[in-house]
C-alpha cells in the first residue's frame, strides 16, 4: 500500500507558465491544459521543461523551471 511521506503541492503543479519563443520573441501565458511537461537533461538546463506551441508562429516555445 502506498504511503504519503510528504504531502505535494497541487496547486502549484497545475499553475500557468511563461514562455517566451525564439524564433519570433512572442512572450505569452499558458494555463496547465495548454501545456505538456517532461523530464529533460540538456547541455544548458537540467530539470523539469514545459512545452507549448507559440501562438504566434507556431514552433515548440519552452519554459525552464
Same mark, same amino acid.
Given at each position: 500500500m502506498m504511503k504519503i511521506i510528504k504531502p505535494g503541492n497541487y496547486e502549484a503543479s497545475? &499553475?500557468?507558465k511563461y514562455f517566451c519563443c525564439e524564433r519570433c520573441g512572442c512572450e505569452f501565458e499558458a494555463?496547465?491544459?495548454e501545456? &505538456? +511537461?517532461a523530464s529533460?537533461? $540538456?547541455y544548458m538546463h537540467?530539470?523539469?521543461? $514545459?512545452? /507549448? &506551441? /507559440?501562438p504566434? /508562429?507556431?514552433? +515548440? $516555445?519552452c519554459a525552464y523551471e
Open positions: 497545475v &499553475k500557468p494555463s496547465f491544459s501545456y &505538456k +511537461t529533460q537533461i $540538456a537540467d530539470g523539469i521543461v $514545459a512545452e /507549448c &506551441k /507559440c504566434s /508562429c507556431g514552433i +515548440t $516555445a
